[in-house]
């Protein structure tokens, strides 16, 4: 099994930066696939960044140019560095994680979730 640990988020103004991780711990064959979704209040949840075992990034028009996503495969860790950060921005962040079991199946995993707030 496979648990996402995230860490980073918090209160911020408008126009600051704020970076958030998720540390991948349990027993797995591989991860693949890592990313970032956001969850706003009354909306659903929405793909912000992902990012390939290989490094290949894909990003929300919302976010491109402003957030960047990257992972550090030996820590199993994939980061968000959010800049220029916009009171749209406010929600909660959820770290995700495609994962092929020791079973060889795959499987979906969800981190707990951090708010981020953003405010004017």
């Known amino acids: 099994q496979v648990k996402l640990v995230e860490s980073g988020g918090g209160m911020v103004l408008a126009g600051g930066s704020l970076g958030l991780s998720c540390a991948a711990s349990?027993?797995?064959?591989?991860?693949?696939?890592m990313g970032w979704y956001r969850q706003a209040p009354g909306k659903q949840r929405e793909l912000v960044a992902t990012?390939?075992?290989?490094?290949?990034?894909n990003y929300a028009d919302s976010v491109k140019g402003r957030f960047t996503v990257s992972r550090d495969n030996a820590k199993y860790t994939v980061y968000l560095q959010m800049n220029s950060l916009k009171v749209e921005d406010t929600a909660v962040y959820y770290c995700?994680?495609?994962?092929?079991?020791?079973?060889?199946?795959?499987?979906?995993?969800w981190g707990q979730g951090t708010l981020v707030t953003v405010s004017s």
């Open positions: 995700n994680a495609q994962v092929i079991s020791l079973a060889r199946t795959n499987l979906e995993v």
């Open positions: 349990g027993t797995a064959f591989s991860i693949r696939d």
């Open positions: 990012i390939t075992s290989g490094g290949s990034t």
